[in-house]
C-alpha cells in the first residue's frame, strides 16, 4: 500500500486541474442522445450523473464560484458567509496572479440560469504553499484549497455543510501516532463510499452527483484523495461528500484527474488540510 501511495501521489504532476478555463480547449462535442456503446472510447462525459434540484438540502448550499463572468469552479457554503473552493481557481494565469475577490461571485444553488442566493466575495483565504505560478506543480497538491467569505450570510437561510466530527477526531488520532512512531497513516478513508457534485463544463447549468464511487488511495498522510470517481473541468472545489446517518458531510474538495485508458479519475484533497483554517474562522 506504501508504494502504491508513493506512486499514485508521483502522478500528481501529471494531473490536468479542473478549473472551467484549464480545460476549456478539451471541451467536448458529442450528442447527449447517443448511446454510451457509441460514444468514443476516450470522449469522458457527465451524461451519466444523476442531476438534482436547487430547492433540496442539501444541495441549495452547493453551487457555482463565477470568476470574473469568464470561468467558473463549484463551491460550498460551509459556514454562513463561507464558501469553499480550490484555489487554483482564483489564479488567473493571463495576468499571472490572484484575482481580486469582488470579481468573484457566488451563486448558491444555480440552476439553469437561476439560483437560491447570491452574494459577492468580500475576501478569501488560500493554502499558504499555494502558488499559482506553479499551476499544477505536485508541491500545490496540499495547499490548492480556498475559503471565500461572502458579503452576505447565504447559510442563514440556505444551510450549509459541515465536516464531519467523529472522522477528524479518528485522523487526528492517526496522525498524532504516526507522529510518534513515525509510520504511514493506515489507510485513511479507503474504501469509503462518497459522492462528488459539480458543474462540469459539459452541462455547466445544472448540478450533477457522481455517486457511489470510493476513494482507493491516498498519499501524503491521508490529505491527498484518489477516488475513481470521474472529474471534469469545472467539478474543481466541488465537494467530496459523505453520506452517514442520513448526515451530508464534506471530506473533501476536488482539485484534479488522472487520465487513465478512457477513465478520468479525481484527485481531491482531504479537510484535513483546510480544516483548522475554517474552524479560526467561524468561531
Request: proline share 4%; charged share 20%; aromatic share 8%.
Amino acid at each position: 500500500m506504501k508504494r502504491l501511495q508513493q506512486f499514485l501521489f508521483s502522478l500528481i504532476g501529471a494531473c490536468f486541474l479542473l478549473s472551467s478555463y484549464a480545460a476549456a480547449e478539451q471541451a467536448q462535442s458529442i450528442r447527449k442522445d447517443l448511446p454510451p456503446h457509441l460514444r468514443p472510447k476516450n470522449n469522458v462525459t457527465s451524461f451519466n450523473r444523476r442531476v438534482v434540484e436547487n430547492t433540496d438540502h442539501p444541495w441549495q448550499a452547493i453551487g457555482r464560484v463565477n470568476i470574473g463572468g469568464t470561468t467558473h469552479c463549484s463551491g460550498t457554503l460551509v459556514a454562513a458567509n463561507v464558501v469553499l473552493t480550490a484555489a487554483h481557481c482564483l489564479y488567473s494565469r493571463r495576468m499571472k496572479k490572484m484575482v481580486v475577490p469582488s470579481t468573484v461571485h457566488f451563486l448558491a444553488g444555480y440552476s439553469k440560469g437561476e439560483f437560491r442566493g447570491h452574494s459577492k466575495v468580500q475576501s478569501y483565504r488560500v493554502g499558504t504553499g499555494f502558488d499559482g505560478d506553479k499551476w499544477n506543480d505536485k508541491t500545490n497538491a496540499m495547499h490548492d484549497w480556498a475559503l471565500l467569505t461572502l458579503e452576505k450570510p447565504l447559510g442563514d437561510d440556505l444551510g450549509f455543510l459541515t465536516l464531519p466530527s467523529e472522522w477528524f477526531d479518528r485522523t487526528i488520532r492517526q496522525q498524532q501516532e504516526i507522529k510518534t512512531t513515525g509510520r504511514t497513516a493506515p489507510g485513511i478513508g479507503i474504501d469509503e463510499l462518497v459522492t462528488t457534485a459539480g458543474y462540469p463544463g459539459d452541462r455547466k447549468h445544472v448540478l450533477s452527483l457522481e455517486e457511489n464511487c470510493k476513494i482507493v488511495a491516498t498519499a501524503n498522510s491521508g490529505r491527498i484523495l484518489f477516488t475513481n470517481c470521474i472529474a471534469l473541468s469545472g467539478d474543481s472545489g466541488g465537494p467530496i461528500l459523505r453520506l452517514k446517518k442520513d448526515q451530508w458531510n464534506i471530506v473533501g474538495i476536488q482539485t484534479a484527474a488522472i487520465r487513465v485508458d478512457d477513465k478520468v479519475s479525481g484527485v481531491g484533497l482531504s479537510a484535513m488540510a483546510f480544516h483548522p483554517y475554517l474552524e479560526s474562522m467561524t468561531q
